[in-house]
């Protein structure tokens, strides 16, 4: 588990999406989105669908974001979130687990569990809370998207079952990865706490499945922006 942490602990995620894929420890191909939805069936692609479309003007969860909000910081007035990490040595919390029923249904893979874990990130200014997060989701939210866990400065909260797909990367994603959202952070210390916190549950996930991880390229999947 350890070396785990240390492989991903050298990249910090500042976009919507970050993906990290990985391949099965039975050699299994590690395929692209265009092998992925070539493999899907309409019941596949009809279940990885959500109900209702996000509104516009909210976070990527669907939640309304005050626009009038000032923006966060430039980064450069930021020292260096891995040497940070390294020194302050954070202890990430443990996992509370509250599962709920959203829409159950299957990976698309032989084993029927996921080949790779999907890193979002909330981008919300008006919010730093995993707990908000996850009940505007409880609470209907999860008809439009829906993930399996959040990850604050201070939890690490999971919702939804790891072996049942989620509504947070679209119809093939959803089909294949487990998920999980970087809350929003309202300082640098707790945006290093959450990024420390999410590489170890990113860890925790390959583990988990027993997936190695690899980064997966842009030529591959849009929207990665990665910052060492």
Request: charged letters at 15%; hydrophobic letters at 35%.
């Amino acid at each position: 588990m350890k070396r785990f942490s240390t492989v991903l602990m050298g990249a910090v995620v500042f976009s919507t999406l970050f993906l990290v894929s990985a391949q099965k420890t039975n050699a299994a191909e590690v395929l692209t989105p265009n092998q992925m939805k070539s493999q899907m069936t309409d019941q596949d692609i009809k279940e990885a669908t959500p109900h209702k479309e996000k509104a516009a003007g909210t976070d990527d969860l669907g939640m309304t974001i005050d626009q009038t909000q000032p923006a966060i910081s430039e980064r450069s007035a930021y020292p260096d979130v891995n040497n940070y990490i390294y020194q302050n040595n954070f202890k990430h919390p443990d996992i509370t687990s509250e599962l709920h029923q959203f829409a159950m249904f299957g990976y698309n893979t032989n084993d029927g569990k996921p080949t790779g874990v999907v890193v979002h990130y909330t981008d919300n200014p008006n919010n730093y809370s995993a707990r908000n997060e996850a009940n505007y989701v409880i609470n209907g939210g999860w008809q439009s998207a829906f993930v399996h866990t959040f990850i604050d400065a201070s939890s690490i909260l999971n919702i939804h079952d790891t072996d049942y797909g989620a509504w947070g990367s679209g119809a093939v994603g959803n089909k294949y990865f487990a998920q999980f959202e970087m809350v929003t952070a309202k300082n640098f210390n707790d945006f290093a706490k959450t990024t420390s916190y999410s590489a170890w549950y990113t860890a925790y996930l390959l583990n988990k499945y027993k997936l190695t991880p690899s980064i997966s390229t842009r030529t591959q999947w849009g929207g990665i922006n990665l910052v060492a």
